[in-house]
């Protein structure tokens, strides 16, 4: 086939195909992007068109799967732009989580400084994982002693970093 075949037979259609495609994209502009892609790949493939067959017919189907190939594309796009926009605000919160905690270190570390030694010590070994009776044996103080000084510097904590507490 040649030139003709698209100026003779595909483009004396264009009013119809051109509505076909509104009935698409219900956007004129659109319609007629749809429109000239469809008339390219007529124009790429016209060989392949069989003689004596439904023109319209082929031409149609060809602009409905560019049609429904754009949509999904579309699709898949917006799902992807959703998941990298998701990410990005993982990604912030993760900054915002990370600013926030390093306040939070340091105010903590400010109040563990401010418990008095006797209780600091045995709450921290205590943090670490020794048990009662570890710590106990290396301070040489009886266990009961050791637990009231571990409350004593919970209790510190607790209320010194009150307005961390989540209401």
């Known amino acids: 086939m040649n030139k003709n075949f698209i100026k003779n037979e595909v483009l004396i259609h264009t009013d119809t195909l051109l509505q076909y495609a509104n009935k698409f994209t219900k956007d004129q502009e ?5 429109l ?4 390219i790949k007529v ?18 189907t060809i602009m409905k799967n560019i049609f429904i190939n754009g949509c999904r594309k579309k699709v ?7 998941k990298v926009q998701s990410i990005g605000e993982t990604l912030k919160q ?4 990370k600013c926030l905690d390093n306040f939070m270190r340091e105010d903590l ?6 418990i008095p030694e006797k209780h600091y010590i045995p709450f921290m070994m205590f943090f670490e994982g020794y048990k009662y009776y570890e710590i106990a044996d290396h301070l040489g103080l009886p266990e009961g002693t050791i637990k009231t000084r571990i409350h004593t510097a919970r209790k510190l904590l607790k209320q010194r970093l009150k307005s961390y507490r989540q209401t």
């Open 36 to 39: 000239q892609e469809t008339l």
């Open 30 to 34: 659109e319609a007629e992007d749809l």
């Open 94 to 97: 993760q900054s915002n989580n």
């Open 109 to 114: 570390n400010l109040v563990l400084r401010s």
């Open 76 to 82: 898949l796009e917006k799902n992807y732009l959703s």
């Open 43 to 60: 124009l790429k493939y016209q060989d392949s068109f069989e003689k004596n067959t439904n023109l319209l017919g082929w031409v149609y």
